[in-house]
Nanobody
Framework: QVQLVESGGGLVQAGGSLRVSCAASGRTFSPSAMGWFRQAPGKEREFVAAIGWSRGTTLYADSVKGRFTISRDKAKNTMYLQMNTLKSEDTAVYYC????????????????????WGQGTQVTVSS
């Protein structure tokens, strides 16, 4: 059983930066990939970024490309999302997710591709 715990969310002004983390635990943790999604009130969960766990290949949503950076520390079983130049439309609950095995990078935009999820962390950007 794998558990994911997000942290680092909070309130930040527009134009500011924030880094959220996702710590994984569990003896079976050996993902093929992990991702970040977000969900704003009244909206569907949307893809933000993903990373192949072994090689570090990354994929970003167009809306965050150039502003957000996904990374991972394999030794710490932790994934990060560095968010810069934040906008009010980035306000959402941010969820991390993991894929146990298989997949291809393009498929990682789909929430259904993932096997486990964290509980989410709130990010609020004030304008």
């Amino acid at each position: 059983q794998v558990q994911l715990v997000e942290s680092g969310g909070g309130l930040v002004q527009a134009g500011g930066s924030l880094r959220v983390s996702c710590a994984a635990s569990g003896r079976t943790f050996s993902p093929s990939a992990m991702g970040w999604f977000r969900q704003a009130p009244g909206k569907e969960r949307e893809f933000v970024a993903a990373i192949g766990w072994s090689r570090g290949t990354t994929l970003y949503a167009d809306s965050v490309k150039g502003r957000f950076t996904i990374s991972r520390d394999k030794a710490k079983n932790t994934m990060y999302l560095q968010m810069n130049t934040l906008k009010s439309e980035d306000t959402a609950v941010y969820y991390c997710s993991g894929k146990s095995q298989g997949t291809t990078i393009p498929m990682l935009v789909h929430p259904s591709e993932y096997d486990y999820w964290g509980q989410g962390t709130q990010v609020t950007v004030s304008s």
